[in-house]
Every structure is written in structure tokens, then in C-alpha cells.
Nanobody, 120 residues
Framework: VQLQASGGGLVQPGGSLRLSCVAS????????MGWYRQAPGKQRELVAY???????NYTDSVKGRFTISRDNAKNTWYLQMNSLKPEDTAVYSC???????????????WGQGTQVTVSS
């Protein structure tokens, strides 16, 4: 199983970006899909996650600005980031709990990071 993140870049404050993460390989089901970020000198933090049932959760600093969504048919999830602020600058990584067989235990998988820089 591999996770491939994309969509990062340089954007001005107030701008928008959409991150995507695609899971590929031998996948039976994907439970929770999420996005984490790590800024220089800071610990990695959970930004948002979405459950298989569509329940979402966000860290307080992005509520109302970021939206996580998923396309189960494509094993893909997204992070729409609006009204970006300089403090959103970080490396964003995607994460998911994936079951590779029907009766297997979900395991934790990570994609590579994608850099998001918010600067004028």
C-alpha cells in the first residue's frame, strides 16, 4: 500500500490550496483518512480527519477554513484550504488506517509530505 500526496505550493495569505492523497495497492477498505502537518521547530499535529462514515474533525486553528473530504471509489481524500495564513506554513502529510484483507486489522499508513508555504 502506498499513499501519494500532492497539491502543495506557495500561496499568498488569504489564498487557497487543495491537497490530495491517493492510496494505491492491495486495499480492502480505508477507515479513517487524515492530514497532519509539521512546521519547522514544532511537533506534528493532526489537522483534520474523516471517518468511513463521513464524520469529520478539525483542529481548532483551521475550523471554518479547511474542509476534508473523501472519494471512496477513488481511494482519495482531499484537504481544501481556504483563507490561508502564514501560520499554516508546514509540511502536510496524509495518513490512513487501511485494511488490506477483509478480516485483517487496519494498519497505519503514511504518505510523503507536501510543502505548503503561505507568504507574501
Amino acid at each position: 500500500v502506498q499513499l501519494q500526496a500532492s497539491g502543495g505550493g506557495l500561496v499568498q495569505p488569504g489564498g487557497s490550496l487543495r491537497l490530495s492523497c491517493v492510496a494505491s495497492g492491495s486495499i480492502f477498505s480505508i477507515n479513517v483518512m487524515g492530514w497532519y502537518r509539521q512546521a519547522p521547530g514544532k511537533q506534528r499535529e493532526l489537522v483534520a480527519y474523516i471517518s468511513s462514515g463521513g464524520i469529520t474533525n478539525y483542529t481548532d486553528s483551521v475550523k471554518g477554513r479547511f474542509t476534508i473530504s473523501r472519494d471512496n471509489a477513488k481511494n482519495t481524500w482531499y484537504l481544501q484550504m481556504n483563507s490561508l495564513k502564514p501560520e499554516d506554513t508546514a509540511v502536510y502529510s496524509c495518513n490512513a488506517y487501511i485494511r488490506v484483507t477483509r478480516f485483517g486489522v487496519p494498519s497505519d499508513y503514511w504518505g510523503q509530505g507536501t510543502q505548503v508555504t503561505v507568504s507574501s
